[in-house]
């Protein structure tokens, strides 16, 4: 018989660049979608084989309020790598995902790509949707 485990939503930490992020929507989940490593089969004429493609990382997908401070913050951290140069290179930079559930995804090589659509102006505050994608996750 196992153990069962309580899942807390305020249990849930996210770490970009050693930055703990707040600020989410309400309602919004936090996604992870893992990239490569999928299984399939092959079949030839000498029979049935197993092919494992290489595991790509994973792409973390979170919506903050359009009031959260950290929007600026990972703003900075976006427009820092879209202005590297030869002098100053891209700083990849770390992310982990610590869910209610205690599930951990801990990426070491990530970037952020650009600040999804803001929707605004209704009876509820928009929110903004970042996504931190690395090369590496466990």
Not at 20 to 46: L, N, W
Not at 74 to 79: A, D
Not at 98 to 117: F, K, N, Q, R, Y
Request: charged residues 15%; contains cysteine.
């Amino acid at each position: 018989m196992g153990f069962s485990k309580v899942y807390s939503q305020k249990g849930t930490i996210l770490n970009v660049k050693g930055l703990p992020i707040s600020g989410f929507m309400d309602g919004a989940s936090i996604k992870v979608t893992y990239d490569g490593g999928e299984v399939q089969k092959t079949e030839g004429t000498d029979g049935a084989g197993l092919n494992v493609a290489t595991h790509q990382g994973a792409t973390i997908s979170f919506t903050l309020r359009e009031t959260s401070t950290d929007n600026e913050i990972l703003r900075g951290i976006f427009e820092a790598q879209q202005y590297a140069s030869v002098m100053q290179p891209v700083s990849i930079i770390p992310c982990t995902l610590i869910t209610g559930g205690g599930v951990v995804v801990a990426m070491t090589d990530c970037l952020i790509s650009p600040p999804g659509e803001l929707s605004t102006g209704d009876k509820k505050q928009g929110g903004i949707e970042w996504k931190v994608i690395g090369t590496s996750a466990i």
